[in-house]
């Protein structure tokens, strides 16, 4: 059974700096990961797929990286901002059926003008 | 081409009564998931689903819930009798299975039972 795991589960950090949140997970044999940002009451907005055969994904500010092998992966973000203040999910997909995921708890993101 | 729709968006019920939520797919999309969201919590799979047929639905709760998806119409996600603990924020989400882009998630409903 995919279990993923975040850390930290909160990050409060002043604007400008550079952050990592992470993800691991217990299956390697995963199809895709995918990293959402998800705002209070909000629904999911889709920021970031990595597919199994790749190392990362980048968008603007930020980068997100894989690692199958040791069940890893990591969203980088650049120069945060006070609009990034978020809780960000990270979700496995560890089938063939691309949508049938396994979520994360998530990271609660702060930025501190 | 319209993203993954799903209504109410905000349902209340009292205890006891039943539920129904509704998820369109996006357009050309005949595979449906639907996931929960307790307070503070992650997104916990449910069930997915085909057009007419359930796939896999071991996520969700052995008594008062359930899941079709029509040959015409929007998903629909079925709770009876609904108790305090139903109250969640419930996603649907369709995809193009296979093709490896993931699935796209609709803004959700948030059920609030009293």
């Known amino acids: 059974k995919q279990e993923v795991t975040q ?12 952050l990592v949140l992470n993800c691991s997970f217990t299956d390697s044999a995963i199809y895709n990961l995918q990293w959402f940002r998800q705002d209070p009451g909000k629904g999911l907005t889709s920021l970031l797929l990595i597919q199994s055969s790749q ?11 894989l690692d199958k092998s040791s069940g890893r992966s990591t969203l980088y973000i650049a ?11 990270c979700a496995v997909s560890s089938s063939t059926n691309a949508g049938k995921s396994t979520f994360g708890d998530g990271t609660t993101l702060t930025v501190k003008p | 081409n319209a993203g993954v729709m799903q ?7 009292r205890r006891g009564q039943e539920a129904r939520l509704r998820c369109s ?3 050309g999309h005949s595979h449906v998931y ?6 503070e919590e992650g997104l916990k799979f449910m069930v997915y689903l085909q057009k007419e047929n359930i796939i896999d639905e071991s996520g969700m709760p052995k ?44 803004q959700g409903t948030r059920l609030t039972v009293v």
Request: contains cysteine; positive net charge; hydrophobic residues 35%.
């Open chain 1, 7 to 18: 850390i930290p589960a909160a990050l409060s950090v002043p604007e400008g700096e550079n």
């Open chain 1, 55 to 65: 190392r990362e994904q980048t968008s603007g500010r930020l980068n997100a990286s």
């Open chain 1, 79 to 89: 120069a945060s901002q006070p609009g990034d203040s978020a809780t960000y999910l």
């Open chain 2, 7 to 13: 209504n109410p968006r905000h349902l209340v019920r």
């Open chain 2, 25 to 27: 797919p996006m357009k």
């Open chain 2, 34 to 39: 639907w996931y929960r969201q307790l307070p």
């Open chain 2, 63 to 106: 008594e008062r819930f359930s899941a079709e998806f029509p040959k015409e119409g929007p998903s629909i996600l079925r709770i009876q009798q609904v108790v305090r603990g139903d109250s969640a924020a419930y996603f649907c989400a369709s995809s193009l299975a296979g093709t490896g882009e993931g699935a796209f998630f609709g």
